[in-house]
T-cell receptor
C-alpha cells in the first residue's frame, strides 16, 4: 500500500464557490478512493475511481485521475457549509489502505 | 443496520494500565482494520486483518496487540499504556470485491493516557 499526499493542506472558500484538492502518489495503482471526515468522526467513503477511468462524477463531486502523472483531483462544485471537513485520498490497492494527512476544507457561509 | 461499532467511546487511563478497545461489524466483511489519529494528523494504520484468523502489522504496531476473535469482531489491546498512545482510534471493515477495497469506519474511541 502507499499513502497519498493531499494538497493543499488547508483551503478556505466562500459558500457557493468550487473547491479543488489534489492527491499525488508514487507507484502504480489499481484504483484511488476519496474519503471525507467531519470533525472528530470516522471517515466516510465518497468515491472510487479505477485506474482505467479518467473522470468520474457523483452528485457535486468530480474526480479525475491521471495515471501518467500519478495524481488525482477532487472537485466539489457549489460548495455548502456542510462540506466543511477534511478530505483524504487513498491510492491502492486490494488490501492495506493507508491515508495521508488530508486537505482541511472550510466553507464559509 | 449498525455498521461498525466501537466501544468504549471515551477512556482515560493512567500510564502502565492496560485496556482493550472492541470493534464489531455486522456487514459480513472479511477485512478489518485499526487506525489511530493524532490531533491535526491523518490516520495511521496500526494492524489489520485480511480475514478471520489472520492479522498483519501496519505502520505503527508497537505497543499494541490485536485479536480477530471471529469474523465480526476485531479487538485492539494496549498492554501497558503510555502517554504517546493518547489518540483517537478508529476501527474499519471492508469487503474486497470488484478490484476495490472500500472501508466503512466506526465512530472512533477517544483515549487519553495520563
Amino acid at each position: 500500500s502507499q499513502q497519498g499526499e493531499e494538497d493543499p493542506q488547508a483551503l478556505s472558500i466562500q459558500e457557493g464557490e468550487n473547491a479543488t484538492m489534489n492527491c499525488s502518489y508514487k507507484t502504480s495503482i489499481n484504483n484511488l478512493q476519496w474519503y471525507r471526515q467531519n470533525s472528530g468522526r470516522g471517515l466516510v467513503h465518497l468515491i472510487l475511481i479505477r485506474s482505467n477511468e479518467r473522470e468520474k462524477h457523483s452528485g457535486r463531486l468530480r474526480v479525475t485521475l491521471d495515471t501518467s502523472k500519478k495524481s488525482s483531483s477532487l472537485l466539489i462544485t457549489a460548495s455548502r457549509a456542510a462540506d466543511t471537513a477534511s478530505y483524504f485520498c487513498a491510492p491502492g490497492g486490494y488490501q492495506k489502505v493507508t491515508f495521508g494527512t488530508g486537505t482541511k476544507l472550510q466553507v464559509i457561509p | 443496520n449498525a455498521g461498525v461499532t466501537q466501544t468504549p467511546k471515551f477512556q482515560v487511563l493512567k500510564t502502565g494500565q492496560s485496556m482493550t478497545l472492541q470493534c464489531a461489524q455486522d456487514m459480513n466483511h472479511n477485512s478489518m482494520y485499526w487506525y489511530r489519529q493524532d490531533p491535526g494528523m491523518g490516520l495511521r494504520l496500526i494492524y489489520y486483518s485480511a480475514s478471520e484468523g489472520t492479522t498483519d502489522k501496519g505502520e505503527v504496531p508497537n505497543g499494541y496487540n490485536v485479536s480477530r476473535l471471529n469474523k465480526r469482531e476485531f479487538s485492539l489491546r494496549l498492554e501497558s499504556a503510555a502517554p504517546s498512545q493518547t489518540s483517537v482510534y478508529f476501527c474499519a471493515s471492508s469487503e474486497v470485491g470488484a478490484g476495490a477495497n472500500v472501508l466503512t469506519f466506526g465512530a472512533g474511541s477517544r483515549l487519553t493516557v495520563l
